[in-house]
């Protein structure tokens, strides 16, 4: 299934959100805006997400390693999933470098 970039950024945002709601089941934070999404097409999008924020970390970590620079994983995240928000990526950056960093 076609997903919308709204759509995508909003699955984004909650499956990686910090606090109480950390790590948890997406399913019915995200009907609250989209009701009509059914179980399958949230996991769908939480694999998804799952995957562009592994990318991101991924990326934060070979920045670590000197493979390229800080300011080049916003971008490179934007490339690869061209839907991806400038807030969520740059988040996603900063969350990732902070564990590349522990």
């Known amino acids: 299934m076609e997903f919308d970039e709204q759509l995508l950024n909003k699955a984004l945002e ?6 109480e709601n950390f790590r948890q089941p997406i399913h019915d934070r995200i009907r609250r805006t989209y009701p009509g999404l059914s179980d399958a097409e949230i ?9 562009v924020e592994s990318r991101i970390y991924a990326l934060a ?5 000197g493979k390229l620079v800080e300011r080049e994983i916003v971008p490179m995240s934007q490339r690869e999933f061209v839907w991806l928000s400038d807030s969520n990526a740059s988040r996603l950056k900063n969350i990732g470098m902070y ?3 522990r």
Do not use: C, F, H, S
């Open 61 to 65: 970590e070979d920045e670590m390693a």
């Open 14 to 19: 909650l499956a990686t959100e910090w606090g």
């Open 43 to 51: 996991d769908q999008l939480t694999t998804i997400a799952r995957r």
């Open 99 to 101: 564990y590349a960093r």
